[in-house]
């Protein structure tokens, strides 16, 4: 079983629960993660829960009679035969669960039930999870956990350069070392740093999303000689120093952590007030991870989080009432921003619909971006930041550009038809020199041209 769950929509204690019910049934259980740092994290969470855990993992010694283990999906590929046999096994972040090494899970344990947990059940190429899952039940969509107050609306904010980025194809994503030459570029660079002191001028939090190492290197010297003190993560950071990275975040030592896309995952902290993207991507769960690192609430104490109308006033009591996205490379352009609901599947996207929600640009239409103060907000006729009045809606969906591109093809082929015969007509029948020039006349050709078609045709009766 496939499940589907926005960010903040208690994926932790699902997960916690189930692992819970099967402890108690003595079924031997395994939560399957594919990072180092995801596994760490689980086992620590897991553990602060109560649960008896051990960890399946290069360095660590399996210890068979523990019923829950968190497992490296790399580690466990060695160790099929040696480990007892599973009775669940329960997959975080599930998009990844379609590359072989899953797969050779799967079936070396055929008897085992399998829960994936996942917040975007699309994988990059459009292919779908029912490869792997019958059934999924989707959780609460984010316009509902909004309402409710357990996410934050977000204001997001995108480039007012239009940057020459080169869409991918084949469902592939975008060359990330392109992309890195453009969004590494001093003014690039300038815009994100300014528009992040614009809104945190002393005090707030971001993460900022990059191509690469030399590429966060970069952006963190950008910071730090605007006065905003920044530190690099990446996957590569060793534990220790992740972690006091992270310490020094909390601490508001540091306002921005810049990091490689692969640091995020897993990556979790309330705190953060902004979310600035500046590595492109074609995955919209990529996309949505970002930008949900901003999304989550701090509450205010003193309020009661049971209720609806507690959780709303501990948010508006509390210093972040909402989450800022900068977003440099147009990725809310093409995704759209935190709160659009999607209408998820376990089956492959087809093309048809993608063609029908984008335009030829590869931009959603379920957003617009505003010319004058540049937020991206969900489509409506006038900006709700500066309520700036849009020009007439003149973007169509691909699919419909498309479609016109047909007829007019299709239009030009008649014409062009047409016209031939009209001048076979013309030209039709016997014709003296005069005749032909009065044809040249009429269409604007030189009198050379009659010259030239009264001996052919002359000379073509001679040979007849
Ligand atoms: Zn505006």
Known sequence: MLVQLVTGGGKTNLAEDILRDAEARGSVAWFVAHRDNLITQAARRFRGAGLNVGVIKAGHKYQREILIQVASI???????????APDLIFIDETHHALSPSYLKLFEA????????????PWLLDGRGLDEVFEVMETGPKPSWMIEQGFLLPSR?????RKLAMVSPTNGGDFDLERAEQILSKSEVCGDAVEMFRDRFPERGRGITFTCSVAHARQVAKAYIAAGVPAEILTGETPELEREAIIERLVSQETRQLVVIDCASEGFDLPELDCATLMRPSASLTLVLQQMARAIRPVFAPGYDLETREGRLSAILASSKTHATIIDCCSNTLRHGIPELDHEWSLEAQDKKTRAASKTEDGETLAVRQCLECYAVHPSAPVCPICDHEHPVESRIPKARAEELREIEKAELERLQKERQTKRRQEEAGQKTLEDWLQIARERGYKPGWAYQRHKLRQGRRKAA
């Not at 790399?74 to 007892?84: A, D, I, N």
């Not at 997001?156 to 007012?160: D, P």
């Open 74 to 84: 790399q580690s466990l590929q060695s160790r099929f035969g040696r480990v007892q």
């Open 156 to 160: 997001v904010f995108g480039s007012r």
């Open 109 to 120: 344990f055929p008897e085992a039930r399998v829960i994936g947990l996942t917040g975007t």
